[in-house]
């Protein structure tokens, strides 16, 4: 039978930032990839990015 982990315990936890360190993942250049896609995008059509999605919120 495998052995299952219990609950995760506040003074049992790792180090947040093991996640950050580690080989390239593909979805880090997929993103990148879309960002400068919007970018071209956006001076394509001579306006602000933020006024390519719809605008500010406030």
Known sequence: ????????SSTNCDDPSRHLRGPPRP??????????LWDLA???YGIPLVDLWGGRVS
């Open 1 to 8: 039978m495998a052995r299952r982990a219990g609950p995760r």
């Open 27 to 36: 979805w880090n250049a997929k993103t990148g990839l879309e960002m400068a």
């Open 42 to 44: 956006a001076k394509a």
